[in-house]
């Protein structure tokens, strides 16, 4: 997932939401594990974001920012695995 040319607000709006990913309420009806596993990907989103708004068109921040999204993915799928939910490609959802 590479961003070129991204418009100074969509930078601004990413950075504002990085700020609230960690946030994100997670369901107390999943186990301590996956709650903390939930977190754990949120923070990896949360600085995929960072990351790719201060790095913006700079390759190879650009590719640290896709490593941490695909961490945020690999966590939440390794939930999605467990309770035998259908994995999400987060990268084709949000874009």
């Given amino acids: 997932m590479i961003y070129h040319l ?6 601004e709006k990413l950075a504002a939401a990085a700020k609230e990913i960690p946030e ?7 186990s301590k594990e996956n709650q903390n596993t939930f977190k754990s990907a949120f923070k990896d989103l949360s600085q995929s974001y ?5 790095g913006i068109g700079k390759e190879e921040v650009t590719a640290k920012a896709d490593q941490q999204f695909t961490a945020f993915n690999d966590k939440v799928n390794s939930i999605h695995k467990k309770l035998g939910l259908i994995e999400a490609n987060f990268a084709n959802e949000i874009q």
């Fill in 6 to 11: 991204t418009p100074k607000t969509d930078l």
């Fill in 24 to 30: 994100l309420n997670v369901p107390s009806s999943l």
């Fill in 50 to 54: 960072k990351t790719r708004a201060e």
